[in-house]
């Protein structure tokens, strides 16, 4: 018997603040809190639409931030924070003239633990990082459980005040980072195909995308033919005569001939494909092109195809008009193989030999043009 084995994956997730409560002082009121969601300001850098101002009035300044965390699981064996820290990008006073601290309740003990403070530098902005809290394990003496920082609403408390009146805070943006670990089972194996479906090395091939469908020319293995224009009983008969049928479609590209171009928008739409008329690059990073191309697959399923080709596929060596990277490209396929399996359809990886190592666990085979030649 074989025993999956549970593996941990690790992820950060980053809170921002939800409110702010001030006890002695105040704040500027035209500027928003969704402000310090984004760290924009650099050196001496000053644009009052993204930041707030903490003012003393005359006494110490006292106030506290919440960050509502409702959505992060914990408590439980398959998620949980191991620790967090705060991110504050900040300009004011040095501290030798004025501290300006930063504090995080611990509502299990009632006390305020210290976080960061400000630096030396004056009037510049600085990004300060407070220290790694764990909350990895509440065995451990100095070790806390996560939910130690959590108020009867799943949200933390930052308390920033300063220890004299004599000067003002800018804020440019403040996060905690939670450092989340999940314990994870490998997925389900997808199941496994007939002898009828299955493609081996050493297998002969038929590629006939003309859309001649010459079945007596069929003598091979396995035949690749064009998704659109082959029909389900086409396919039919060749299966009959055990043939594995491979359904081409263009993954990558718009194409002036096929029946579906009109649900493309224009601006997924780029430039022309080289050598190729009619033919357009499109950006793959779109969900409309996503979910263009899982009606695709699906219509391969119908028609009772055993395995799906997507072409175009490595559009980050080529000029799309869109700005295409490799990761961008493993994401999509990435994609297209989850739809593909999900369908119980083999799909074969294209070309795209840059990126094969990473993909191969997620792809059933691989074709590869002109390899001879090149």
């Given amino acids: 018997m074989v025993h999956a084995i549970k593996v941990q994956q690790e992820a950060k997730v980053i809170i921002r603040p939800s409110s702010i409560t001030i006890k002695r002082g105040s704040r500027s009121t035209d500027q928003k809190l969704k402000v310090l969601s984004t760290k924009e300001l650099i050196n001496q850098e000053d644009d009052w639409n993204t930041y707030i101002e903490l003012y003393p009035n005359n006494q110490k300044f006292d106030g506290s931030f919440l960050f509502s965390c409702k959505d992060v699981i914990i408590g439980t064996p398959e998620k949980k924070v191991i620790?967090?820290?705060?991110?504050?990008?900040?300009?004011?006073?040095?501290?030798?003239?004025?501290k300006w601290i930063f504090k995080v309740r611990n509502f299990r003990t009632k006390k305020w633990e210290s976080l960061t403070r400000n630096k030396k530098k004056s009037w510049t902005w600085q990004?300060?990082?407070?220290?790694?809290?764990?909350?990895?394990?509440d065995d451990e003496e100095g070790i806390h459980s996560f939910n130690d920082y959590l108020d009867g609403k799943n949200r933390m408390k930052v308390r920033l005040y300063s220890n004299n009146k004599k000067d003002n805070l800018n804020v440019d943006y403040m996060a905690i980072i939670l450092a989340t670990t999940t314990t994870v089972s490998p997925p389900t194996p997808l199941p496994t195909p007939s002898s009828k479906q299955l493609i081996s090395v050493?297998?002969?091939?038929?590629?006939?995308?003309?859309?001649?469908?010459?079945?007596?020319?069929?003598?091979?293995?396995v035949v690749m033919i064009d998704l659109f224009d082959t029909t389900k009983d086409q396919i039919k008969s060749i299966q009959n005569d055990g043939r594995t049928v491979c359904c081409y479609f263009s993954a990558g590209t718009w194409e002036s001939w096929r029946e579906d171009k009109s649900e493309f928008p224009s601006w997924v739409i780029g430039k022309d494909m080289d050598n190729w008329d009619g033919e357009k690059?499109?950006?793959?990073?779109?969900?409309?092109?996503?979910?263009?191309?899982k009606k695709r697959i699906q219509l391969a399923a119908d028609k009772g195809c055993n395995a799906v080709e997507p072409d175009n596929v490595d559009g980050?060596?080529?000029?799309?008009?869109f700005s295409i990277t490799s990761q961008i490209s493993k994401n999509y396929l990435k994609f297209l193989s989850q739809v593909a399996h999900d369908l119980n359809l083999l799909i074969a990886l294209k070309n795209s030999a840059e990126i094969v190592n990473a993909m191969e666990p997620l792809f059933d085979f691989a074709i590869v043009e002109s390899c001879y030649k090149w």
């Fill in 83 to 98: 620790s967090f820290q705060l991110k504050t990008n900040i300009r004011g006073p040095s501290v030798t003239y004025q």
């Fill in 316 to 321: 980050y060596l080529h000029e799309t008009g």
């Fill in 202 to 221: 050493g297998d002969t091939w038929t590629y006939d995308l003309g859309g001649s469908f010459d079945i007596q020319s069929y003598n091979t293995k």
């Fill in 281 to 293: 690059w499109l950006n793959v990073d779109k969900n409309v092109v996503k979910s263009i191309m």
């Fill in 127 to 137: 990004v300060l990082s407070s220290k790694h809290i764990s909350t990895n394990n």
